[in-house]
């Protein structure tokens, strides 16, 4: 048994160091770009400090989900559900639970995603459209 751990031990350890060595050499290229990106900077503007620029940071929105994270919220939801719920119903849901302000914006923009995990979860057979209602479909988990 030791040894199985140990060769799993070691394995990750040089999974790790290649990602390392990975990093290395991308931050060492990012470098050497922007060194020449400084350098083309100063044929245009000779007097102008680049590190008056900024760095660009990627912050994702509150809305955003990790991978999965938004189909097992809405399998959740249907699973403990006493009958079918429209998409905008399940979108609402998931605005109440994760705490988000409930605007027309951030409804619209999670029931196009509810919409899209539903309708992939329907072509693999764990859900199903039941009927429409208005504008938006009834579902169910398949059971």
Known sequence: MTDYA??????????MTGEIARCHARLQQ??????????????????FVQESILPKVFAPPKSWSKRGEMSRAV??????AKG??????????????RGLEHDKGILDVMTRRVGHVLRDKRETGL????EETGLWLQWEVVR
């Open 84 to 97: 079918p719920l429209s998409t905008r119903e399940i979108a609402a849901m998931i605005v109440q639970q």
């Open 30 to 47: 990012l470098s050497t770009d922007l060194e020449h990106v400084d350098a083309t900077i100063r044929l245009f503007a000779p007097d």
């Open 75 to 80: 399998l959740s939801i249907l699973r403990v």
């Open 127 to 130: 859900v199903r459209s039941v």
């Open 6 to 15: 140990l060769e799993q031990l070691k394995r990750k350890r040089a999974d």
